[in-house]
């Protein structure tokens, strides 16, 4: 018999002891559980696809996109920016940024983005230069009516920032410089955007030499029948 504290004993024990699973993950939850599990994003729009949906955007909402897409900001922070946050001179942006301690940033603003701001300031020398918000809700909703039109992808607000970190490897840009633009201390993201531009990258390489090799006409060795002797010896 099991006296009252080897029960207890026991019982502890048992509750130490973490489970064992040997069986089948797909046994253990359904199939329909695992297709149905959380995939991350990874749609971006190329330069091309951007002025093409632009072409066939909202028209109130045209600056928005643009300010998404070519600085990379989050949802949020394009409301809180103000004509004192834009320094034209010098081609950037002040966005302050709350989410984390590197969120409060300097990004900088290429032709599009200064062309924006610089109309928004005219138009709202005092408070936001984004008074009109835009649910991320209705952002996908609009873009999906935007990508049929346009015959592009359908983006959300994350979206637009995926599309930002793409150009940003696509051109160069550094991944560090990159996560420091967009207000991350790190991230899985951007780190995922600079790995596929990486395998694509090797892919073209792995492409032209293929094609070179491939070009190269064959050159058949003329080996002398000492030498040939020689060898076979």
Request: charged share 25%; with cysteine.
């Given at each position: 018999?099991v006296i009252?504290g ?12 973490p489970?064992k ?6 046994v ?24 093409t ?5 909202v028209?109130s ?13 989050r949802h949020?922070?394009?409301?809180r920016?103000e ?18 301690k590197?969120?409060k940033?300097?990004?900088?603003l ?16 005092a408070g936001?230069?984004?008074p ?19 015959g ?6 994350n979206?637009f920032?995926r ?9 160069g840009?550094?991944?560090?410089t ?5 207000g991350?201390?790190n991230?899985?993201?951007?780190r ?8 694509r ?12 090799v491939?070009a ?12 040939r002797e020689?060898?076979?010896?």
């Amino acid at each position: 018999p099991v006296i009252e504290g080897e029960r207890h004993h026991y019982a502890v024990a048992r509750r130490a002891t973490p489970p064992k699973f040997d069986r089948d993950p797909a046994v253990i939850w359904p199939k329909e559980a695992l297709e149905n599990a959380y995939v991350p994003r990874e749609t971006y729009w190329t330069i091309e696809e951007y002025h093409t949906a632009q072409a066939h955007g909202v028209e109130s909402r045209l600056d928005h996109v643009a300010m998404y897409c070519n600085t990379g900001m989050r949802h949020s922070e394009l409301y809180r920016i103000e004509a004192q946050h834009v320094d034209v001179p010098g081609a950037r942006l002040s966005v302050p940024g709350t989410k984390t301690k590197a969120a409060k940033r300097w990004v900088p603003l290429n032709a599009i983005a200064l062309e924006v701001m610089k109309r928004r300031c005219r138009l709202y020398p005092a408070g936001p230069l984004f008074p009109d918000f835009w649910p991320s809700s209705t952002i996908a909703d609009d873009m999906r009516r935007v990508g049929k039109r346009a015959g592009v992808p359908a983006v959300s607000a994350n979206d637009f920032r995926r599309t930002f970190a793409t150009w940003c490897g696509e051109s160069g840009v550094d991944e560090a410089t990159t996560v420091k633009w967009m207000g991350h201390t790190n991230s899985v993201m951007i780190r995922r955007v600079y790995q596929q531009l990486s395998e694509r990258r090797e892919a073209t390489e792995s492409a032209k030499l293929s094609a070179f090799v491939a070009a190269t006409p064959a050159v058949t060795s003329k080996v002398s029948r000492e030498t040939r002797e020689y060898l076979d010896a």
